[in-house]
Structures are given as structure tokens and as C-alpha cells.
């Protein structure tokens, strides 16, 4: 079964700061890998997706994720974090007929 | 492009009462889930609907839980009767064809307290 560990709950990085969250994920072929934005009162948002080729996948809102095969690790990161970026991130794998299983969330808090 | 609406977005309840949840999807998306996010948790994957047909529902509480799509549009699921446990947001996604490759657009959930 797939299993996805995002091991930090909660981190907080001032703004304008780079940022990196961290994702391992447990599956015995090539996973499909997502990362998903979560806002206060806002539905999951997509901002970025794995499945195979390039391992530096480029999203929207300036995110990116590298994929480490040996590292069963696929990392999100920004070099600049905007306070509107304060938000709970979600790192998923799956999809098709599985559905997504998702990580159980890493809160991210910008200080000023 | 309108996204997946759900309602109600806020319910309380007491246990032993039931419930129901409603999910419109995006229009012309075949297939729809429903997950159950509990409070500190990442979204589990409940049940998940091509056209009007189940997928998979291996993950349904199916003594109390149960959900149906007749239409293969709108979506509902109903819990009866609610327990304690169940208190969580309830998401509903859809995606075009339900592929590993193709996106999942959620709404917005439905937040259930139960009491």
C-alpha cells in the first residue's frame, strides 16, 4: 500500500525567506506524485504533479518539487515566500483508480 | 469555468442523527470522490464514482455511510446514524476521466460536527 510522511507539522519561515517542505512517500514503482495548497475556508488546490521524465517539476505560484528516487523524497520548495503563502500543504500520491493518498499535512506560517 | 460546489458548508448535528452531504461537480467530468479529512489529518479517500458507477469504496463505513450518483452528475452521501468519529470535512473532488494523470479539482468541503 502507499503510504506519504510529511514529517514537519508545522513550520514557519519569515517572509521573503526561502522555503523547502519535506515529503517521503513509500511505493514500490514509480509513484505519481502531488503537491496540494489548502487556504482557510478554500478547497485543495493543485500546484504541482509527478509522474515520470524531469525530475524538477515546476508548478504555479512559483512552487517547485524535485523528486529523489534514492531518497523517497519529493520536496517542495520556493525561494521567496509571499505572506499569502500561509497555508496548510498537503503531499499526496496515487491517483487513477486509488484515489490520492495524501500526508497528513505540514502548516505553513509566515512571519513578517 | 464554475468549480465543484458542495453543500451545506457547515452542519451540526447530534450523534445517532443522520445526514446528508451534496456535490455538484465541474460539468462534463466523469468521475467524482469523496474524501473525509479529520481535523489534523490529510483527506482519506471515502469513495470514488465513474459516471454513475463505483470505482472504489474500500475505504466506505458501509454500516453508516453510504453514497450514490444516479445521474452520474450530482453526488450525495449520507451518514446514518452520525457518530462522535465522524466529525471532519467532507471533500468532494472531481476529475475529466479519472486517470493517474488527470487532475482533481476539489470543493470547497462541507464541515460536519458532530455532537
Known amino acids: 500500500a502507499q503510504s506519504v510522511t510529511q514529517p514537519d507539522i508545522h513550520i514557519t519561515v519569515s517572509e521573503g525567506a526561502s522555503l523547502e517542505l519535506r515529503c517521503n512517500y513509500s511505493?514500490?514503482?514509480?509513484?505519481?506524485l502531488f503537491w496540494y495548497v489548502q487556504s482557510p475556508g478554500q478547497g485543495l488546490q493543485l500546484l504541482l504533479k509527478y509522474f515520470s521524465g524531469d525530475t524538477l517539476v515546476q508548478g504555479i505560484k512559483g512552487f517547485e518539487a524535485e523528486f529523489k528516487r534514492s531518497q523517497s523524497s519529493f520536496n517542495l520548495r520556493k525561494p521567496s515566500v509571499h505572506w499569502s503563502d500561509a497555508a496548510e500543504y498537503f503531499c499526496?500520491?496515487?491517483?487513477?483508480?486509488?484515489?490520492?493518498?495524501f500526508g497528513k499535512g505540514t502548516h505553513l506560517i509566515i512571519q513578517p | 469555468e464554475a468549480g465543484v460546489a458542495q453543500s451545506p458548508r457547515y452542519k451540526i448535528i447530534e450523534k445517532r442523527q443522520s445526514v446528508a452531504f451534496w456535490c455538484n461537480p465541474i460539468?462534463?467530468?466523469?468521475?467524482l470522490y469523496w474524501y473525509q479529512q479529520i481535523l489534523g489529518q490529510g483527506p482519506k479517500l471515502l469513495i470514488q464514482f465513474q459516471n454513475n458507477g463505483v470505482v472504489d469504496d474500500s475505504q466506505l463505513p458501509k454500516d453508516r455511510f453510504s453514497a450514490e450518483r444516479l445521474k452520474g452528475v450530482d453526488s450525495t452521501l449520507k451518514i446514518q446514524p452520525a457518530k462522535l468519529e465522524d466529525s471532519a470535512v467532507y471533500l468532494c473532488?472531481?476529475?475529466?476521466?479519472?486517470?493517474?494523470?488527470?487532475?482533481?479539482?476539489f470543493g470547497p468541503g462541507t464541515r460536519l460536527t458532530v455532537l
Open positions: 473532488a472531481s476529475s475529466f476521466w479519472g486517470g493517474a494523470l488527470d487532475t482533481q479539482y
Open positions: 511505493y514500490g514503482a514509480t509513484p505519481y
Open positions: 460539468s462534463g467530468h466523469a468521475t
Open positions: 499526496a500520491s496515487g491517483g487513477g483508480a486509488d484515489g490520492l493518498t
